[in-house]
């Protein structure tokens, strides 16, 4: 369905654009908000408070899903909500069928921080599979960030760093919104202040 997010910027364009038309799956146009819904007067319209970025790329998503394990939220009282590494980790009977949970788990937590593309590779089938079926961007293998963590802003530089791609028109629309006003204060907030993740033209995050 052809939708206009609009927000107050989108990052890396020129002062006074602050919007991106998508359908079927890809950007359609990015530019000021009139223009683009005077020419797409039938377009859903999806208005966001801050910062429109590219989805994000997590380079240690194999760390965060074959070497840690993310708690059932029934498990908090046990384990409590943060990933379990080290001997915590060895500590708990894991399968298959746990580790592809645990997964699941982690994939949504990726999904709320803004990420949509990963860097590969991951050894444990239940683990593919659920990368797979996340639909998440699979990116080539590279070197791995430190520190590891669900905010791929904190082990890189700059955020230009972590973008999956830009929102140009023709691209996937793999698409972040941050409760910033723009760069600088998207890497003093992290990847955690993300209100909504955008993967393939479909709206997979969204704070409440």
Do not use: K
């Not at 609009?6 to 079927?24: F, I, R, Y």
């Not at 999806?46 to 840690?68: C, F, K, M, Q, V």
């Amino acid at each position: 369905m052809l939708t206009i997010h609009a927000a107050d910027a989108v990052h890396g364009a020129p002062d006074g654009v602050d919007s991106v038309a998508v359908d079927g799956g890809v950007v359609v146009a990015v530019g000021a908000y009139a223009e683009l819904t005077a020419d797409r007067p039938r377009a859903r319209i999806r208005r966001w408070s801050g910062l429109i970025t590219p989805g994000l790329l997590n380079a240690a998503a194999p760390a965060l899903l074959e070497a840690a394990y993310h708690p059932d939220p029934r498990e908090a009282d046990a384990l409590g909500s943060e990933p379990l590494t080290g001997d915590a980790l060895a500590a708990l009977a894991m399968d298959d069928a746990r580790w592809g949970a645990s997964a699941r788990r982690g994939l949504q937590r990726m999904l709320r921080h803004g990420t949509t593309a990963v860097r590969g590779p991951f050894t444990r089938p239940a683990v593919r599979t659920a990368v797979a079926r996340s639909g998440l961007r699979v990116h080539a293998p590279g070197p791995a960030p430190e520190p590891v963590s669900l905010d791929p802003l904190a082990s890189l530089p700059e955020p230009a760093d972590v973008f999956a791609a830009a929102p140009a028109v023709g691209a996937p629309a793999d698409l972040a919104v941050f409760a910033v006003r723009d760069g600088a204060a998207l890497r003093t907030a992290g990847a955690g202040s993300c209100t909504a993740t955008v993967l393939g033209g479909r709206l997979v995050f969204r704070l409440s």
